[in-house]
């Protein structure tokens, strides 16, 4: 433990050990995450985990495509398995509203570089996944780049990733 910190980020889950990690990805070492008790102690390990990039805010949609993409490398850089399993997603419209609202959010997608991602007609959508009944279904956005993961194993590889670049837990 140093004697001082130029940042200390308060709180173990997974967003205060990706914040730590980020801290260190810009530069500074001089940083550490206390935790009262131990990583993931508070909400995030009961976390969903569930993760996609879909939202109507181009900002919200590119920071979590960002994210999304990070998931590997701080596996690779830390050394720690996070869990990650990109299973693909569809959210379906059954109505002309919900429909125009995917639409607009595949536009959003276009906008900001995100490519995984395509409009669907509800044959397709069945074939992504037989057990779907489509009947009423007007289509559908699927995104290849959704999935879920383990949120401890993420919230220990950002903090081991962060380690390895100066940064202290404690």
């Not at 206390?34 to 569930?50: D, K, P, Y």
């Not at 960002?66 to 720690?80: H, V």
């Not at 693909?88 to 607009?104: I, Y």
């Not at 057990?131 to 959704?146: A, H, K, R, T």
Request: one cysteine or more.
């Amino acid at each position: 433990m140093k004697s001082h910190y130029r940042a200390v980020v308060i709180g173990g889950g997974v967003v205060g050990a990706s914040v730590l990690y980020h801290l260190t990805r810009f530069g500074w070492s001089d940083v550490a995450l206390i935790e009262r008790a131990e990583l993931t102690a508070g909400s995030t390990w009961h976390a969903a985990a569930g993760f996609h990039a879909l939202n109507a805010d181009p900002n919200v949609a590119a920071l979590q495509d960002y994210t999304i993409k990070l998931y590997r490398e701080i596996e690779a850089e830390s050394g720690q398995n996070a869990g990650l399993h990109m299973t693909g997603g569809v959210n379906m419209a059954s109505d002309p509203h919900r429909w125009e609202w995917l639409k607009s959010a595949w536009a959003v997608f276009q906008s900001v570089g995100i490519e995984t991602a395509r409009l669907v007609t509800p044959e397709e959508i069945k074939e992504i996944c037989p057990i779907v009944d489509v009947s009423g279904v007007l289509g559908g956005l699927y995104d290849s780049n959704e999935g879920h993961l383990d949120p401890y194993g993420t919230t220990h590889a950002y903090a081991g990733a962060a380690r390895k670049r100066g940064a202290d837990v404690i």
